[in-house]
């Protein structure tokens, strides 16, 4: 599967962004979907993700302010970004997997990756 990512851009602390991502050439209803930052100077971590089933995992520095969602239809999935805080700044990457919940976390799970998208946090 093949997937593109959108929606990254500058924007003050505190506002909002919903980034999409997506995906073409696959049975988007097979995979989990993730979504995975890298800031300057920092390894890529793990964000969010949604499985098959739209069970739905965080990482605890997102947790109540980033919501992740699926449109099966659209072959999309989304991040809805509130409250955002410098250090939120980073390039996001969507990524495709066949694990389970308990696999999102791991980037060496994700066989299918999105070329990312940057968003700035800044005044």
């Known amino acids: 599967v093949q997937l593109q990512a959108s929606g990254g851009g500058l924007v003050h602390p505190g506002g909002s962004l919903r980034l999409s991502c997506a995906a073409s050439?696959?049975?988007?209803?097979?995979?989990?979907m993730g979504w995975f930052r890298q800031a300057p100077g920092k390894e890529r971590e793990f964000v969010a993700g949604v499985t098959r089933s739209t069970s739905t995992l965080y990482a605890d520095s997102v947790k109540g302010r980033f919501t992740i969602s699926r449109d099966n239809a659209k072959k999309t999935v989304y991040l809805q970004m509130n409250s955002l805080k410098p250090e939120d700044t980073a390039v996001y990457f969507c990524?495709?997997?066949?694990?389970?919940?308990?696999?999102?976390?791991?980037?060496?799970?994700?066989?299918?990756w999105g070329q990312g998208t940057l968003v700035t946090v800044s005044s």
């Open positions: 050439g696959g049975t988007f209803t097979n995979y989990a």
């Open positions: 990524a495709a997997s066949r694990v389970v919940l308990s696999g999102l976390r791991t980037s060496d799970n994700y066989n299918s």
